[in-house]
T-cell receptor
Framework: TQLLEQSPQFLSIQEGENLTVYCNSSSVFSSLQWYRQEPGEGPVLLVTVVTGGEVKKLKRLTFQFGDARKDSSLHITAAQPGDTGLYLC?????????FGTGTRLKVLA | EPEVTQTPSHQVTQMGQEVILRCVPISNHLYFYWYRQILGQKVEFLVSFYNNEISEKSEIFDDQFSVERPDGSNFTLKIRSTKLEDSAMYFCATQGSYNSPLHFGNGTRLTVT
């Protein structure tokens, strides 16, 4: 069974702090996606990483795909209240997308 | 930007009743999925659908659940006899090609009383 474990599960930080969210698996994936979900809405794609070791930046968000394509991280620099939400990693399994356990981030003003 | 549209946004039903949740996929997408999310919990896979048939289903997707694409556009999830534990957000997601990212609708909040 392919699983994606995320850590931490919950994170509450002050505005301006930095944070890192991790997504780990024992399986190798050809690509991995990060989504953000706000209350009452569906997950929205942030980024896709494809190549082992790849780093992608999206404003204050930095995404990295592990060299072995089994894990990924999301780093947020100088977090803002607008970053609050549920962050999900996901990867294509056989005939389905597998989602991580999620990291619920709250950024306090 | 093309969107996945789900209706209704909120459905309240009594235990034992049938419900049909509807999804209009992005027009050129080929792969369709239903996921559900119980409040505050993880996104759980229910079923995937391609070429007018189910590709895979989870153990949640028992014989009370069914999916179809009756008119070639709408993609529906039917729950024949709802249970209290079916209360959740149900998300439709579509995919243009295998291994491309999923596009989600805004979900249907199902409340079973």
């Amino acid at each position: 069974t392919q699983l994606l474990e995320q850590s931490p599960q919950f994170l509450s930080i002050q505005e301006g702090e930095n944070l890192t969210v991790y997504c780990n698996s024992s399986s190798v994936f050809s690509s991995l996606q990060w989504y953000r979900q706000e209350p009452g809405e569906g997950p929205v794609l942030l980024v896709t990483v494809v190549t082992g070791g790849e780093v992608k930046k999206l404003k204050r968000l930095t995404f990295q795909f592990g060299d072995a394509r089994k894990d990924s991280s999301l780093h947020i620099t100088a977090a803002q209240p607008g970053d609050t939400g549920l962050y999900l990693c996901a990867a294509q399994g056989t005939y389905k997308y597998i989602f991580g356990t999620g990291t619920r981030l709250k950024v306090l003003a | 930007e093309p969107e996945v549209t789900q209706t209704p946004s909120h459905q309240v039903t009594q235990m034992g009743q049938e419900v049909i949740l509807r999804c209009v996929p992005i027009s050129n997408h080929l792969y369709f999925y239903w996921y559900r999310q119980i409040l505050g919990q993880k996104v759980e896979f229910l079923v995937s659908f391609y070429n007018n048939e189910i590709s895979e289903k989870s153990e949640i997707f028992d014989d009370q659940f069914s999916v179809e694409r009756p008119d070639g556009s709408n993609f529906t999830l039917k729950i024949r006899s709802t249970k209290l534990e079916d209360s959740a957000m149900y998300f439709c997601a579509t995919q243009g090609s295998y291994n491309s990212p999923l596009h989600f609708g805004n979900g249907t909040r199902l409340t079973v009383t």
